[in-house]
């Protein structure tokens, strides 16, 4: 049975002319153990399909069943249990808790486990040991590098032990370094047995994905199984298109880079395609409706 | 649930904690209510323990007859502070009707006659009381040094001096031998009083401030005219106080043709009357304290709804690892709840210092009393929950994705 299962999933925000669309009748498959990687460019709707894997938003329209359980109805009761003992988020901004210790960030999911404080506590430090922190146990945030306060943050969001970690660009506030120590902890969490989804702009961090996804317009473009350790086929492309972009390019941002990726939405398919299908050429068109 | 409690409690001292400042300019309200609540109501049961005990040290027997009429059982509301607004002497004789009254043991009068007074210093204007030589044993007074005139000396140009008056006249504190000069007579000091520790009903003078000469030389030097404003009397026997007070009255009443323009007070009656002013202007200073208190519960409101608006990215971190609704409720409220509780445990260390200060400062002796600091402490803690409300409603009702976008 799939982990997460996305039907026709719309967001839509505003009322009246100034509605906008941010997700687009999305359709997603994730198997558990999978290890997703979601691209596009800015305000394609990634953040916001990670809201709502995450019960930290409700789709407008659509379905979304998570491991098995349908989660059109629940509270916000319910979805903050599911929240707490299904799944963990990293945030590109950390989100640690600045006036809090290191061990006390951590240990801030099972707070509201009814657990007592010695127990937490001791789950936090074992947590912040797998994740090769204990030395900065008592430290605050604002004493560590990114990369360290994302390993701190990562440590957060698996104290639960969650069937699901959603990392929403992880590795966007660090530099390479960072990026390499995070990707190579996700990675690690992945092999013992979590499903990850994370977004990222940086094609050559697909490697540690076992899939690509490519979204565009608030809809899903491209989804690519990819061997481990391997940059994706369509990322790749993007990726040597770097070389040669021009001012104009250049200034466009990510959306240049993104160009490889088609902006037409793929048939729709329920499961992900084996084999790499884009040969058209695209350009990038201009983001209508988009936000981040 | 227990450690949850706990957890949100700790929770909330660490937040209060990492905003220092702030939780302390928050609480400034509660701590000056929960102090001045304190030490106005104090200072109201000190002076009424105060009065108190000093009644009870006088014993209860001792009747006072004074001018106007003054009665405790009409005390009620402000017509008790108009009541001793007007003070007119009595009449020169009505020292030898009181003292003539049936069951009368002692009378002791006290005329007024103010002047100048020089001893060794420039002359001042003094208050020269004339009474007789039981006053020390009716009022129980000690003498610090030398000792008081006696009956034979009812002529005799003779004084003794509260504490005060003496270093005041004499610049020192046995100016026994000194003489003094009043109206042209010279008087020798006897004897110097110890501390008065509150003059007995009557508010006006202060003994230790006064000079006693004896009453007879007081109303010959000033043509009978000292003021009588006093005559305390004890009666033959105790029991019979009521009975004493009735036989003054009807004599005067007779001397007087009628006009019952005196009082007849038994001390337990001044007592009352003095009570009933104390209680109205305690209550009347701790409303205003009280008010202040609700003052500190606003603001209270005010800083935990910036503080919810600030934190509304921590209350999105919150929501996103699992934080119910409620258990953010719960932590806001507990914090406004650790906040004013906080404010009330320092406020009485405040009033406790206060208390302190008033005690050297003045001849003051407040009380606290474990039910006025309760009182404070569950006012401040129920103002604090109930102005606590509605941030923590605020705080709980955001959705999480908003509560992130919300910076």
């Not at chain 1, 098995?68 to 299904?86: C, L, M, V």
């Not at chain 2, 600030?310 to 650790?338: D, P, Y």
């Amino acid at each position: 049975m799939a982990l997460l299962e996305i039907q026709d999933v719309s967001k839509l925000y505003g009322f009246g002319d100034a509605t906008t669309l941010a997700l687009d009748e999305v359709n997603l498959i994730i198997e558990k153990g999978e290890f997703v990687a979601v691209m596009g460019p800015s305000g394609c709707g990634k953040s916001t399909l990670m809201n709502i894997m995450g019960l930290l938003d409700k789709p407008s329209h659509g379905s979304y069943k998570l491991d098995g359980r349908n989660t059109e109805r629940i509270s916000p009761n319910q979805a903050a249990k599911i929240r707490r003992d299904t799944i963990g988020f990293v945030f590109q901004q950390f989100n640690l808790l600045p006036k809090m210790t290191v061990l006390e960030n951590v240990a801030l999911p099972l707070t509201y486990k009814n657990m007592t404080l010695t127990k937490r506590l001791k789950m936090a430090s074992n947590m912040l040991e797998r994740v090769g922190m204990q030395s900065r146990e008592y430290f605050l945030p604002g004493q560590l590098s990114g990369g360290q306060i994302q390993c701190a943050a990562i440590a957060r969001a698996l104290v639960n032990n969650p069937k699901l970690l959603i990392a929403d660009e992880p590795t966007g506030n660090l530099d390479s370094a960072g990026s390499r120590l995070i990707m190579e902890l996700m990675s690690e969490i992945h092999r013992m047995g979590n499903t990850i989804i994370f977004v990222t702009h940086n094609p050559e961090l697909t490697r540690y994905a076992t899939r690509v996804v490519y979204m565009h317009d608030g809809t899903v473009v491209q989804d690519e199984k990819t061997a481990l350790g391997q940059v994706a086929p369509t990322a790749r492309r993007a990726m040597y298109n770097v070389a040669r972009l021009s001012e104009e390019e250049a200034l466009a941002g990510v959306s240049a880079v993104m160009r490889a990726v088609p902006t037409k939405p793929a048939k729709r398919t329920l499961k992900p395609t084996k084999k790499v299908t884009t040969k058209r050429k695209t350009k990038t068109t201009t983001r209508k409706g988009a936000r981040s | 649930m227990k450690s949850l409690a706990q957890g949100h409690v700790k929770m909330a001292l660490t937040a209060l904690r990492a905003n220092r400042s702030r939780s302390f300019l928050t609480m400034l309200g509660v701590i000056i209510g929960v102090a001045s609540v304190i030490t106005v109501v104090g200072i109201g049961e000190g002076v009424k323990h105060q009065v108190n005990s000093q009644i009870n040290k006088l014993g209860k027997d001792v009747i006072a007859v004074r001018a106007h009429n003054v009665s405790a059982s009409e005390g009620q509301g402000i017509g008790v502070l108009s009541d001793f607004t007007v003070t007119t002497p009595l009449p020169e004789s009505d020292y030898a009707t009181v003292a003539g009254s049936r069951g009368v043991n002692v009378a002791v009068p006290f005329a007024i006659a103010g002047g100048q007074v020089k001893g060794d210093q420039t002359p001042t204007g003094e208050v020269v009381i004339g009474t007789t030589d039981q006053m020390p044993d009716l009022l129980k007074q000690d003498m610090a040094f030398g000792v008081f005139f006696s009956s034979d000396e009812s002529d005799a140009h003779v004084a003794v001096l509260g504490e005060r008056a003496a270093i005041r006249l004499f610049n020192e504190n046995v100016p026994l031998g000194r003489t003094l000069n009043f109206r042209g007579q010279d008087f020798i000091v006897r004897g110097v009083f110890d501390t008065f520790e509150a003059t007995p009903f009557s508010g006006q003078v202060d003994f230790n401030d006064a000079i006693f000469i004896p009453y007879g030389v007081a109303q010959d030097i000033t043509s009978h005219t000292a003021a009588l404003y006093e005559v305390l009397t004890k009666p033959n026997d105790p029991k019979a106080t009521d009975q004493t007070v009735a036989s003054i009255r009807a004599r005067l009443l007779k001397s007087h043709g009628g006009q019952e323009d005196f009082s007849v007070l038994k001390s337990d009656q001044s007592l009352a009357a003095t009570n009933a002013i104390l209680d109205l202007l305690t209550k009347l200073i701790g409303g205003i304290a009280a008010v202040s208190l609700l003052v500190g519960g606003v603001g209270i409101m005010n800083v935990m709804l910036v503080s919810v608006t600030e934190r509304m990215r921590e209350v999105g971190i919150r929501k996103a690892v699992g934080a119910t609704n409620r258990q953010i409720f719960v932590q806001f409220l507990v914090e406004a709840a650790v906040l004013s509780f906080v404010g009330a445990i320092i406020g009485i260390v405040v009033a406790g210092f206060g208390n302190l200060i008033i005690r050297i400062l003045t001849n003051l002796q407040p009380v606290i009393t474990w039910q006025i600091v309760l009182l404070a402490t569950g006012v401040s803690m129920v103002v604090g929950v109930i102005f606590g409300l509605i941030p923590a409603v605020k705080a709980a009702r955001k959705a999480p994705i908003e509560a992130f976008r919300n910076e």
